[in-house]
Nanobody, 120 residues
Framework: QVQLVESGGGLVQAGGSLRLSCVVS????????MDWYRQAPGKQRELVAA???????NYADSVKGRFTISRDSAKNTQYLQMNSLKPEDSAVYYC??????????????WGQGTQVTVSS
């Protein structure tokens, strides 16, 4: 069984910072792309940041220059450093990963989500 467990969410004032972590555990062969998504009440889930197995990154325009995605392959962990937070960043943040459980078998996995609330 593969699990993605997020941590690091919470309540922060506008302009503050938070660091989200996502640990992948279970029987895995390799981890391909890893991403962070977020979903605010009444809105669709949106991609915030993505990082490939090679370390290439992409960001939503709304977070460029403020958020940084990274991963530690040895620890099967990805991070999202969020700086200069704004109230509009408030949402449930979800970790997502494409994981191979054996050679050539890729599956999509989601974490349970962690709440980020930014007060004005």
């Amino acid at each position: 069984q593969v699990q993605l467990v997020e941590s690091g969410g919470g309540l922060v004032q506008a302009g503050g910072s938070l660091r989200l972590s996502c640990v992948v555990s279970g029987s895995i062969f390799s981890i391909n792309g890893m991403d962070w998504y977020r979903q605010a009440p009444g809105k669709q889930r949106e991609l915030v940041a993505a990082i490939s197995s090679g370390g290439s990154t992409n960001y939503a325009d709304s977070v460029k220059g403020r958020f940084t995605i990274s991963r530690d392959s040895a620890k099967n962990t990805q991070y999202l450093q969020m700086n200069s937070l704004k109230p509009e960043d408030s949402a449930v943040y979800y970790c997502h990963a494409i994981i191979a459980r054996s050679f050539g078998s890729l599956y999509s996995y989601w974490g349970q989500g962690t709440q980020v609330t930014v007060s004005s």
